[in-house]
């Protein structure tokens, strides 16, 4: 069992950076996946980002590469989702994932939101022009 709970969104304006934290609960942690999604008003929950268990391998949607980084604290159970070069379209609440079950990663299954296990409950992130 795993239990995630992001922060660190907020309001921003275009050009701006913002952290995401993801904190993880569990003995799970060192041997998940981890994955960051967005929904936007009226869209569905989209990929943005995943993170494999040594975290060697990342895995960017093409919006967010150059921009967002994302990386692990496995020490400190933790996930963030680094975000510069802020756009308006970024605005949505960003949630974290989690996925035990991956026997590897590729570029398509960690895309898959059927794919993760857990979830935290989401932060808002506001980007203004």
């Known amino acids: 069992q795993v239990q995630l709970a992001e922060s660190g969104g907020g309001l921003v304006q275009a050009g701006g950076s913002l952290r995401l934290s993801c904190a993880a609960s569990g003995n799970t942690f060192r041997r998940a996946v981890m994955g960051w999604f967005r929904q936007a008003p009226g869209k569905e929950r989209e990929f943005v980002g995943a993170l494999s268990w040594s975290g060697t391998n990342r895995y960017y949607v093409d919006s967010v590469k150059g921009r967002f980084t994302i990386s692990r604290d496995n020490a400190k159970n933790t996930v963030y989702l680094q975000m510069n070069s802020l756009k308006p379209e970024d605005t949505a609440v960003y949630y974290c994932?989690?996925?035990?079950?991956?026997?590897?990663?590729?570029?398509?299954?960690?895309?898959?939101?059927?794919?993760?296990?857990?979830w935290g409950q989401g932060t808002q992130v506001t980007v203004s022009s």
């Open positions: 994932a989690a996925a035990v079950k991956f026997s590897y990663t590729n570029d398509d299954n960690v895309r898959k939101i059927k794919e993760y296990d857990y």
